[in-house]
């Protein structure tokens, strides 16, 4: 059996996953950029020959077997090229947070030692390669990257101190460079390391987790095959590709099942709204807080967006309300909601589109194929199996620590698991405080929090409190025009919560701050 006739949960490099692709649906489209005034259709085919040649680019510019390649840019049609292109040369992929400052960026290129980085041309104001270069700290690595640029805008200037995607890219490309990329094509095993995407960082500094070839394709063959997706699937993609939900539940599980690529790179209702509209998209995965934004947007209930069949989202913790009005306002065929963390390449559980509503409104559904949950005596998550990561970079004592002798991956959010299976997250461990003697799971006052009329969103954090040791501040986002005063907010959770679970203060905010994946960053609320 051959790549290109190996069934799709077959697979376990991407290299393998394209010729496969390229072989099953040449003219099938892969990818549909509107966004930078200038449409880009590519079929499979141009993708095949896209990532060639970028790839043999790669070995000329001094890419070895095994080096970093780093992609700083958004949601665009060069970005599965570029990543795909750094597997067929036999490198490893490091995506690299759009949200990163140029301190951040060069921090992480020391720490992977980088041989070359793709990084966007300006971009909503900012030249990311020129704030780079300025800083002493991009002139005293070790090794700099190669940069190479990608002009969004085609009016955007070139620059002398990159390589430009469009013009200079190809230009050194021999043939011994490309028949050297397609035998490293040929050579990538599963075991080998595919990516290191570095965690969100929601506490202290970001780590590198580490994976492989079979561990990616294990979890976004999974994740396809949940969500039934095939060659007439079109697929929008607000999620970040520097993120798992963007990269391994995106563009990958796209790759094995034929879908097509819609990106967009800088979340706008409006926009995703348009997109669904006019190219009939099935397929719209997204954080909690996108669907909020279309739901509450004034002009939806005008809009049709009839055709889309799979919505899916996740987080932690996801209010019940919100899955509630998804199946409810937009009449969406199939809400799934999933749960899973970096460390095991964005998957753990998943409910299925055969779960009935309550299921999917209350859980996280079923361990995904391939993988296992179990839970601590303390009532922690654990995970094991085929997605979980090869280790956290040139950090054995933290890898140790998260994954035991048994395999299980600790994943720090507290759950329940029922008799069917079914995971349910109560809350981050790191997230609990003890009011009075008696722990508080902040989920549980948040989920009372998100059925008040006027809120759409709500967090609580533990603060400190003389007598009773800590108490519950809440912060809420309300909708546009909404008013409401701190003690209706109490008096409503009266009701509902035990008095130590009833928030002491209550703060309404325009917005929260939020990392990579949608989540509320606690610790700056605090």
């Not at 799709?8 to 040449?26: Q, S």
């Not at 290129?109 to 800083?135: H, K, N, P, Q, Y």
């Not at 190809?170 to 460079?177: E, F, P």
């Not at 009833?502 to 509320?520: E, H, L, M, T, Y």
Request: hydrophobic content about 45%; aromatic content about 6%.
């Amino acid at each position: 059996m051959t790549a290109e006739t190996a069934s799709a949960d077959a697979i376990e490099t991407t290299p393998a996953a394209l010729r496969r692709a390229a072989h099953l649906w040449p003219d099938g489209l892969a990818v549909v950029d509107e966004q930078w005034g200038h449409p880009i259709e590519l079929t499979w085919s141009h993708i095949l020959a896209g990532v060639r040649t970028t790839a043999a680019a790669l070995v000329a510019h001094g890419v070895q077997p095994g080096d970093r390649v780093a992609i700083w840019a958004p949601n665009c049609v060069q970005w599965p090229i570029a990543a795909l292109a750094t597997h067929w040369a036999g490198a490893v992929l490091v995506p690299l947070n759009t949200r990163y400052t140029a301190l951040e960026v060069v921090d992480v290129l020391e720490r992977v030692d980088a041989r070359v980085l793709v990084v966007s041309g300006r971009f909503l104001g900012t030249d990311r390669l020129a704030d780079l270069v300025a800083l002493d700290e991009w002139s005293q690595l070790s090794r700099p990257p190669v940069p190479v640029r990608i002009r969004l805008d085609p009016d955007d200037e070139l620059r002398g101190d990159a390589v430009d995607w469009d013009d200079d890219l190809a230009a050194s490309v021999t043939d011994d460079h490309r028949a050297e990329a397609d035998r490293r094509a040929d050579a990538v095993a599963p075991a080998d390391l595919s990516d290191i995407l570095f965690t969100s960082g929601t506490t202290g500094r970001s780590k590198g987790v580490m994976a492989e070839h079979r561990q990616t394709l294990a979890g976004a063959h999974a994740w396809g095959a949940n969500g039934r997706l095939s060659p007439t699937d079109r697929y929008l993609m607000v999620n970040p590709y520097f993120h798992t939900f963007g990269y391994k539940a995106g563009i990958l599980p796209c790759l094995l099942f034929g879908a097509t690529m819609y990106p967009l790179a800088v979340y706008d209702t409006t926009a995703a709204m348009d997109l669904v509209e006019r190219h009939r998209l099935t397929v719209f995965p997204g954080a909690p807080t996108i669907f909020q934004t279309i739901l509450d947007d004034p002009s939806r209930p005008d809009r049709d967006l009839s055709s889309l069949r799979l919505v899916v989202t996740g987080a932690a913790i996801v209010p019940v309300v919100l899955i509630e009005r998804i199946q409810s306002d937009l009449g969406v065929d199939t809400v799934v909601t999933a749960y899973g963390l970096t460390e095991c390449s964005g998957f753990v559980s998943t409910c299925t589109p055969d779960d009935d509503a309550v299921t999917v409104a209350t859980t996280c559904g079923r361990a995904f194929a391939g993988m296992e949950m179990a839970l601590s005596a303390a009532g922690e998550v654990l995970a094991r199996g085929a997605m979980v990561m090869r280790g956290y970079l040139d950090d054995p004592a933290a890898t140790a620590e998260t994954i035991d002798d048994d395999g299980w991956l600790h994943t720090g959010d507290i759950g329940t698991i029922d008799d069917a299976g079914n995971l349910r997250i109560t809350d981050r461990l790191k997230d609990m405080y003890i009011c009075g003697g008696f722990n508080v799971y902040p989920a549980e006052i948040e989920q009372t929090l998100a059925r008040i009329p006027e809120v759409t969103e709500a967090a609580v954090i533990g603060v400190p409190d003389d007598r009773l040791g800590e108490v519950g501040k809440a912060f809420l986002t309300l909708r546009s025009g909404a008013e409401l005063d701190a003690d209706t907010v109490v008096e409503f959770c009266r009701g509902r919560l035990a008095n130590f679970k009833v928030p002491r203060s209550v703060v309404v905010v325009d917005s929260f701050p939020r990392n990579a994946a949608g989540k509320i960053l606690k610790r700056e609320l605090a």
